[in-house]
């Protein structure tokens, strides 16, 4: 009986493991960057360490926090709202305006919150390192419970900012302005907008680990860049659109098309298959000749081996 319960223990923690070469060996992705070809590959494999953490981790700690970041992205909404109303009239607003929109990132990334667009990036690459099935069920896994959660956040925040008495009415009307200045875009220009923020993230999330203590800077440059271009981001962007929804100022389907649908089509291509796809080959090459030199070095130990067995053979005789 003991027994028993022993084994349903081990099957019921065992844990999802993303398949690499590392694991297959019982090693350690190396990121020590004087170890590794290039410092480009030594970032490379940094993220591709937190990836497979990101594709290993349970499904409802993922949905808890995706839906956590989707909430903390109304902040953003909620200082260019604020912003726009206090500044009207000031020269330079438009620059000030748009600095609010970095607020939500700034809470989600350093409070280590699930948003989809970083993970656009970082959890693609263990796919990209071995390109399987399994790997690609766990990347889907990811997105789809990381997007889920943070569209139901968006929408929590968005109703809560309509419904709950906690704006005047010229913030109300700043939040209506804001969201429909994003909806003015095609469903073309949503696509368009989208790839080149999914760009800007991407790189964002490529420079987090040479970034040290200046991090918090990196992401307020980067979004910020995001906002000024007027780009659409599926998280963000869903609390604007759906503010608008819950205001009575647009349709359910307008949410769907032409905002949500085109805008996540245009932030996977910006951030995976343009950035993670480039800086992946990049350093492929990298990779290749750091597995020659290890092939080579194992060759060598081994013939070592085999020529001190010999030596020892030979002095018995």
């Known amino acids: 009986m003991d027994e028993l319960k022993e084994d349903k ?10 398949e690499s070469d590392e694991k297959d060996h019982g090693e350690k992705i190396e990121v020590d960057e004087e170890r590794l070809p290039s410092r480009a590959m030594a970032i490379h494999e940094h993220i591709r360490q937190d990836g497979e953490k990101e594709l290993e981790r349970d499904a409802m700690a993922l949905l808890w926090s995706a839906i956590a970041a989707g909430l903390s992205m109304g902040a953003s909404l909620l200082a260019k709202g604020v912003f726009h109303v206090n500044l009207e009239g000031v020269p330079g607003s438009f620059l000030l305006e748009n600095l609010g929109y970095t607020f939500g990132f700034i809470i989600v990334i350093m409070a280590r919150q699930q948003l989809f667009t970083e993970n656009t990036v970082t959890a693609v690459l263990p796919v990209m390192h071995k390109p399987n099935g399994a790997n690609l069920l766990l990347l889907l896994r990811l997105w789809g419970v990381v997007l889920l959660g943070n569209i139901i956040g968006t929408g929590l925040a968005a109703f809560a900012f309509e419904y709950m008495p906690i704006f005047d009415e010229e913030t109300r009307d700043a939040f209506v302005t804001i969201g429909m200045e994003v909806m003015h875009n095609t469903a073309g220009e949503m696509f368009a907008n989208a790839i080149i923020s999914g760009w800007i993230i991407a790189t ?14 990196v992401i307020i440059i980067m979004t910020w860049l995001v906002a000024l271009g007027n780009l659409t981001h599926i998280v963000v962007g869903s609390v604007e659109i759906l503010y608008l929804v819950f205001n009575g100022t647009i349709h359910w389907s307008d949410f769907f098309w032409p905002f949500a649908l085109p805008t996540l089509a245009g932030n996977i291509c910006g951030g995976t298959f343009i950035f993670a796809l480039i800086s992946h080959a990049q350093i492929r090459n990298d990779m290749s000749n750091k597995k020659k030199a290890e092939a080579k070095a194992e060759a060598k130990r081994k013939q070592e081996v085999e020529d001190g067995k010999s030596g020892k053979q030979a002095q018995r005789r």
């Open 9 to 18: 223990i081990d099957k019921s923690t065992d844990a999802i493991e993303v």
């Open 204 to 217: 964002m999330v490529w420079m987090f680990p040479a970034a040290g203590a200046a991090k918090i800077v």
